[in-house]
C-alpha cells in the first residue's frame, strides 16, 4: 500500500467552522477516489489528510481535482528501527530514503537539488537545517547532484518529521485549492457552449459553491456539445452532481422579440434575451435553493457586457448575480480553460445567435429599458416575468 499526503490551504485559515471544512474535504476525497474505481483510505492526522491506497498513480490524476486540496504528494515512510530503543527514525534511515528518492526522480550530475526539512515533532533531536545538511550531503555522494537552493532547482526533495516517524516526497503536485465543493451552498450557472461560461462555472465549484448548469439551446447538436462541457466539469465536482436543464432558446426569447421587433427596438434584442434567461434562471433558482445565479461575462468583451449594459440586463433581477471572470481578459480564460478540460468540447463547433441585431446596442440605459417596458406594454405574459413591479419573486422585468 502507498501512501499519499494532501495539503489544504485557507481552510487552516478557518476558525470554529474548520472542523465543517475539513470534513467536506475528506467526504469529497472518498467520493472522488468511488466514482474513480479506487480503494483507498482516507483520513487525518493533526493538520494533514492521508490517503492509503495500492494504487497510487491513479489516486493522484484522481484528487489532484478535488477542490480544497492545494497540493499532494507520495510519500515514503520511515520509521525508527525496532532493534533501536529509540522512538524516531534515525538521520541516516532518513537519508536512505531521500537518496532512493532522488534516484526515482532521475537526479544526477545533469540536475540541480535541495532539501526542505520540517520538523513537526520538535522533540526531533536534530533541527531542520541539520537534516537538510546530512540528507543533502548523502545525495550528493549518491548522485552527484549539484545543490541549488534557489526555487528553480530540477528537484525539491521533501522531509517532514512526525511523532514516531518520517515522511520522505520528491514530487509536489499542485491542487485546484479553493474550499471543498458543496461548502457554500447552491448557484444556477447560465452555460452556453463557449468558452467562457463553463469556466466561470468550474471558478464557482472552486468556491465550494454546487453549480445547477441551465442551458437555453437552439439545436440539438448544441444541446449535445453543452452536455459534453458538463461531462468535463463533472470530472471536478467530488461532492456534487451537475445535472444539466436545458430550455428551447427559441421559445423562451420568441414573445420578447416580437414586442420589440413591434415598437423597431431590435437593437435592444442581446439585452431582453440575456434578461429573459436571467428571470428563469431567477426561478429555477427559488425552487431549487440556489442562492445566486453566475455568467461568464467578462467586461467589454462583447456588445453585452460593456458596463452600462451590464446594469440593465440586472436590473430587477431578485437574485444576486456572479461573475467571476469580470476581471479577466480572453486569453486568461482561454489559457484556464484548457487546463480544467473545457477549451476542447468549447470549441468543437460554434453556434451564433440566429436573433443577433445587425447593431447591438452597447450603451443601453435604466431609465430606457423602463421607457421600453412601458412602450411595449409591461412585462405580462413574458418568461419570468409579471406585472407587479420589480421587487421580489413578481417583480422580474425582461
Not at 299 to 311: D, F, I, K, M, R
Request: proline fraction near 6%.
Amino acid at each position: 500500500m502507498g501512501l499519499v499526503l494532501l495539503r489544504y490551504g485557507e481552510i487552516a485559515l478557518k476558525g470554529q467552522n474548520r472542523t465543517f471544512f475539513l470534513r467536506k474535504l475528506r467526504r469529497n476525497v472518498r467520493r472522488c477516489l468511488k466514482a474513480n474505481g479506487l480503494d483507498g483510505e482516507v483520513w487525518q492526522d493533526g493538520q494533514r489528510i492521508y490517503v492509503e491506497t495500492d494504487a497510487v498513480g491513479p489516486a493522484l490524476e484522481a484528487v489532484r481535482r478535488v477542490f480544497g486540496v492545494v497540493s499532494l504528494s507520495p510519500v515514503q515512510v520511515v520509521v525508527p528501527d525496532p532493534q533501536d530503543s529509540g522512538r524516531h527514525p534515525s538521520l541516516e534511515a532518513i537519508a536512505h530514503e531521500a537518496v532512493g528518492v532522488g534516484l526515482r526522480a532521475g537526479l544526477g550530475p545533469g540536475q540541480s537539488f535541495r532539501v526542505r526539512a520540517r520538523r513537526a515533532d520538535k522533540s526531533y533531536p536534530h533541527i531542520s537545517p541539520e537534516i537538510e545538511e546530512a540528507v543533502g550531503a548523502a545525495i550528493v555522494e549518491a548522485t552527484e547532484a549539484p545543490v541549488d537552493l534557489s526555487k528553480s532547482t530540477d528537484v525539491e526533495i521533501g522531509i517532514e518529521i512526525q511523532p514516531g516517524r518520517a515522511l520522505v516526497f520528491g514530487e509536489v503536485i499542485p491542487g485546484p485549492g479553493g474550499l471543498p465543493l458543496s461548502s457554500q451552498g447552491r448557484v444556477v450557472a447560465l452555460l452556453s457552449t463557449g468558452i467562457d461560461s463553463p469556466v466561470a462555472a468550474w471558478l464557482m465549484m472552486k468556491r465550494g459553491c454546487g453549480v445547477i448548469p441551465v442551458h437555453f439551446s437552439t439545436s440539438q447538436a448544441q444541446t449535445e456539445q453543452v452536455e459534453s462541457l458538463v461531462e468535463s466539469l463533472n470530472r471536478h465536482a467530488y461532492g456534487w452532481e451537475l445535472r444539466l436543464i436545458t430550455f428551447s432558446h427559441e421559445q423562451v426569447l420568441a414573445p420578447v422579440l416580437d414586442r420589440l421587433q413591434a415598437v423597431h427596438a431590435e437593437r435592444w434584442a442581446c439585452l431582453f434575451c440575456k434578461r429573459v434567461m436571467l428571470a428563469k434562471a431567477a426561478e429555477i433558482a427559488h425552487d431549487m435553493g440556489a442562492a445566486a445565479l453566475v455568467t461568464g461575462d467578462s467586461l467589454g468583451q462583447v456588445a453585452s457586457q460593456t458596463l452600462p449594459n451590464l446594469e440593465v440586463i440586472s436590473y430587477g433581477i431578485d437574485k444576486p448575480i456572479l461573475r467571476p471572470l469580470i476581471g479577466m481578459d480572453k486569453t486568461e480564460i482561454m489559457d484556464l480553460a484548457r487546463q480544467i478540460g473545457t477549451y476542447q468540447p468549447s470549441t468543437q463547433a460554434s453556434y451564433p445567435c440566429p436573433f443577433l441585431p445587425d447593431r447591438p446596442l452597447t450603451q443601453a440605459r435604466v431609465e430606457k429599458l423602463e421607457e421600453l417596458l412601458e412602450q411595449i406594454g409591461g412585462t405580462e405574459g413574458l418568461p419570468g416575468a409579471s406585472e407587479k413591479g420589480s421587487k421580489g419573486r413578481q417583480g422580474i422585468h425582461v
